[in-house]
């Protein structure tokens, strides 16, 4: 090849780059203004839903349904927001790891508490198995929750009404195992590959309709790497999942 021929090409990539970098910050501005501007209006609709809900106590069974749709229309906007914010900071490495020392125990009873509202609505029950001593445990609190809150709102969202999500805690030699598992239709043995794949859609859909982001589990993934958690999901042969973290050892 010749040196006006080298000199071409160089031109080209270097256009294909300049294209490529715009097309980023693009794509970044718009996850900005969709994680910020878009998400405040959400909250506020939240916040005057519960207002409702509080001073509504002569609602009618018709009227008490419809809040509870909008409860879980506003709710599953929020997570979706959640969900772009969240891959905006992986996808530009602005996610800090703080470590700290941490009662397991504490951690599962918080994020079960944040689910309440979504399994009231969803009519799942959600089963803490209780731990008698503390289970001490290294993690950064903030992104460990982030995990938590994937997993058990996926939960939640493939489960059937009147059914129950378990959590555990299991302790074998040293390693410390969080279980989680839904009584839903599971996945199909060839999608499993693909599970943390970002903005993957899958066959199975949410009980209750709505759309997905599908970065919940890649969003998992990215972070449990980050925090040295092992993930493990399983299909039951008698219905559901099992999600299974594996912790760094003490």
Excluded at 138 to 163: C, G, M, R, V, W
Aim: glycine share 6%.
């Amino acid at each position: 090849m010749t040196g006006n021929t080298y000199k071409d090409l160089s031109v080209i990539l270097a256009e294909k780059q300049r294209v490529i970098e715009e097309l980023k910050e693009e794509k970044n501005s718009l996850l900005r203004v969709i994680s910020h501007d878009i998400k405040s209006p959400f909250n506020q609709l939240f916040a005057l839903i519960q207002l409702i809900e509080l001073e509504g106590e002569n609602l009618g069974e018709r009227q008490k349904e419809y809040i509870e749709k909008m409860y879980f229309a506003v709710i599953s906007g929020i997570e979706m927001i959640q969900n772009l914010q969240d891959f905006r900071s992986i996808d530009q490495e602005n996610l800090q790891v703080s470590m700290d020392r941490y009662d397991l125990r504490i951690l599962l009873k918080k994020i079960v508490a944040k689910f309440q509202i979504q399994s009231r609505l969803m009519k799942v029950e959600i089963s803490l198995k209780e731990e008698p001593a503390p289970v001490f445990i290294h993690t950064d609190e903030i992104l460990f929750l982030k995990i938590l809150e994937k997993i058990l709102s996926n939960a939640i969202k493939y489960s059937p009404a009147q059914s129950t999500v378990e959590m555990a805690i299991e302790q074998d030699e040293g390693e410390i195992w969080i279980r989680i598992r839904d009584q839903g239709p599971g996945l199909n043995a060839q999608e499993l590959p693909y599970i943390y794949e970002p903005f993957r859609t899958l066959s199975v859909k949410p009980v209750a309709g709505g759309g997905t982001t599908g970065l919940g589990m890649y969003i998992v993934n990215k972070i449990s790497g980050m925090l040295g958690i092992r993930v493990q999901i399983r299909k039951v042969r008698s219905g559901g999942l099992i999600v299974s973290l594996r912790l760094p050892k003490k």
